[in-house]
Nanobody, 124 residues
Framework: QVQLVESGGGLVQAGDSLRLSCAVSGRTFSSYAMGWFRQAPGKEREFVAA????????RYANSVKGRFTISRDDAKNTVYLQMNSLKASDTAVYYC?????????????????WGQGTQVTVSS
């Protein structure tokens, strides 16, 4: 069973930065495509960023492009989401997800494993 544990959320001011981490259990982390999603109160969970299993390809939602960066460290079984120039509209619970796949996965329903989420609150 694959387990994902997010960390790094918190309360920040607009314009600040945060780095989220997602630690993945298991020995096959390098075979997983990884993604970050977020869910604001009263809204559906939406795609934020994804990275393929080699780390050579990434994709971002238009709303975060140029501000967020997804990366992975296979030696640490961890995927990161560096968030810069945060806005109040970025406030949400952020979830990481994993799927054993060779390509980018940007569709929420295609992911097999999910973390419990970490709250990010950006005050204006």
């Amino acid at each position: 069973q694959v387990q994902l544990v997010e960390s790094g959320g918190g309360l920040v001011q607009a314009g600040d930065s945060l780095r989220l981490s997602c630690a993945v259990s298991g020995r096959t982390f390098s075979s997983y495509a990884m993604g970050w999603f977020r869910q604001a109160p009263g809204k559906e969970r939406e795609f934020v960023a994804a990275i393929n299993r080699s780390g050579g390809s990434t994709r971002y939602a238009n709303s975060v492009k140029g501000r967020f960066t997804i990366s992975r460290d296979d030696a640490k079984n961890t995927v990161y989401l560096q968030m810069n120039s945060l806005k109040a509209s970025d406030t949400a619970v952020y979830y990481c997800a994993a799927k054993a796949a060779p390509t980018i996965v940007a569709v929420r329903q295609w992911y097999d494993y999910w973390g419990q989420g970490t709250q990010v609150t950006v005050s204006s």
